[in-house]
């Protein structure tokens, strides 16, 4: 199956910091999302996002899928954005199954 | 409002003792999907369907069984064959078309 990797795979900021988030895969996906796991092990999809660039609030996702590289962009840091982030993909022809990544894990402090 | 239902948060099981643990969807989804988290370490596929009365292996099947008899449930069984269950379980489905999955809040499940 494909590789995700995840860089990188710690990160403290001070609040209102910005911080990018790296994701390799191995091999061509049609598909890759971002995920966010609050303190208490809820996984929030925060991007679907194959291709282009997308932009929700202080968070904005850019996936250039012939390099296969996907970044996640969170500027503004708050503390509430403490938690784990997976990206994760599906290998062409493999479903809908997806590969996670082992995760970035980010703490914002005051 | 729609989304995933996991029962319960928190399972206790004895050495020995098989556990069911449950999941359920008002999305409408086809496809739903259980994965396994262990501290420190992404999800694992443990298995998936995609529709009704059928289902495959993911990565570390061993140890575990499931059913799909209906659409909007898929719950996993722990055997008494799977070594180490404890861990933090996940459910998961996603539409026909794939727009992304959406998962449930979780079962921890500890062995006492």
């Known amino acids: 199956g494909i590789q995700v990797e995840q860089s990188p795979p710690d990160l403290i900021l001070q609040e209102g910091a910005n911080s990018t988030l790296r994701c390799n895969f191995s091999d061509s996906v049609n598909n890759l999302q971002w995920f966010h796991q609050n303190p208490w092990g809820q996984l929030i999809n925060l991007f679907y996002?194959?291709?282009g660039t997308k932009q929700n609030g202080r968070l904005s996702a850019t996936t250039v899928a012939t390099e296969r590289y996907s970044l996640l962009y969170i500027s503004s840091s708050q503390t509430t954005d403490s938690g784990v982030y997976f990206c994760?993909?599906?290998?062409?022809?493999?479903?809908?199954?997806?590969?996670f990544g082992t995760g970035t894990q980010l703490k914002v402090e005051l | 409002d729609g989304g995933i239902t996991q029962s319960p948060k928190y399972l206790f099981r004895k050495e020995g003792q098989n556990v069911t643990l449950s999941c359920e969807q008002n999305?409408?989804?086809?496809?739903m999907y259980w994965y396994r988290q262990d501290p420190g370490q992404g999800l694992r596929l443990i298995y998936y369907s995609q529709i009704v009365n059928d289902f495959q292996k993911g990565d570390i099947a061993e140890g575990y069984s499931v059913s799909r008899e209906k659409k909007e449930s898929f719950p996993l069984t722990v055997t008494s064959a799977q070594k180490n269950p404890t861990a933090f379980y996940l459910c998961?489905?996603?539409?026909?078309?794939?727009?992304?999955?959406?998962f449930g809040s979780g079962t921890r499940l500890t062995v006492v």
């Open positions: 994760a993909g599906i290998l062409t022809g493999g479903g809908n199954k997806l590969t």
């Open positions: 996002i194959p291709s």
């Open positions: 998961a489905s996603s539409s026909e078309g794939f727009y992304g999955y959406t």
């Open positions: 999305l409408n989804h086809d496809a």
